[in-house]
């Protein structure tokens, strides 16, 4: 294995382990409320995106009806359809092999999938983090979920929080230039502000609306510079 690949294998063994050990609130919190260790494990298995998963487990906590619940938690995974997007040409994967790498495609395996220079390297990370990640989420959520009796009051604790604090931890330090930083804290103003008076799951949907909305006005202003410099010669 060459340096690059060895690189690669390490940045997406320390995101798959870091986010991978933050199942364990989930299984937590989804015990704690009023899911069953096999309901809380089948969510994992199957719907494998921490995001919905504590969307669903948190309207459900909640009082909210399940549909609405499930309604919430669906929207809020929508975003996984257009990484899917992208990923099918960065990775290029055999015909046979991409449904079951449509599981694997979420917030984390499409960063570190992103983040690498080729296409070589773009499906070693995507592997060794979706694998790793997998593994470790699914056993972990089966550990909180056996342990939620001996911890108690989950609320107090604060657990639901985890999971979204290292995906933003992990999210920062690629924010690198004003563009990027512009959506990012554009997309948090606008989450933030439609939280208390939208569905769950619809916050999520519209703050994505900031990546075009500040690409169009990045691109309006840089028109406008260009035609400044037109005019000049």
């Keep these: 294995m060459g340096k690059p690949d ?34 809380t494990c089948a969510l994992s298995l199957m719907v494998f995106t921490g ?13 909210g009806n399940p ?20 990923l099918s040409q960065l990775l290029a994967l055999p015909r046979a092999v991409r449904p079951f790498a449509a599981q694997w495609v979420i917030d984390e395996t499409t960063a570190v999938s992103l983040a690498q220079p080729g296409r070589r390297s773009a499906r070693i990370g995507f592997a060794v983090t979706g694998v790793t990640l997998y593994v470790l989420w699914n056993l972990t959520t089966l ?3 056996l342990g939620a009796e ?16 290292v995906f933003l931890a992990l999210l920062a330090p690629m924010l690198k230039t004003a563009t990027e930083r512009a959506v990012a804290g554009l997309a948090v ?4 502000a439609l939280l208390p008076v939208l569905p769950a799951g619809v916050p999520v949907l519209v703050a994505a609306l900031a990546a075009p909305g500040v690409l ?18």
């Design 6 to 39: 060895a690189a690669v294998v390490r940045d997406a063994l320390s995101v798959g382990v870091a986010v991978g050990l933050s199942g364990f609130a989930f299984g937590v919190t989804s015990a704690g409320s009023g899911l069953t260790v096999w309901q």
């Design 51 to 63: 995001a919905s998963q504590f969307a669903l487990v948190g309207a459900l906590a909640a009082g």
């Design 67 to 86: 549909l609405t619940a499930a309604a919430g938690a669906f929207f809020l995974g929508v975003r996984n359809a257009f990484y899917g997007l992208r």
């Design 143 to 145: 550990l909180g979920a």
């Design 150 to 165: 001996a911890i108690g009051d989950t609320d107090a604790w604060g657990l639901d929080a985890a999971g979204p604090a």
């Design 189 to 192: 103003l606008l989450g933030l």
């Design 216 to 233: 169009y006005l990045e691109g309006r202003r840089k028109g406008a510079r260009d035609d400044v410099q037109g005019g000049e010669r």
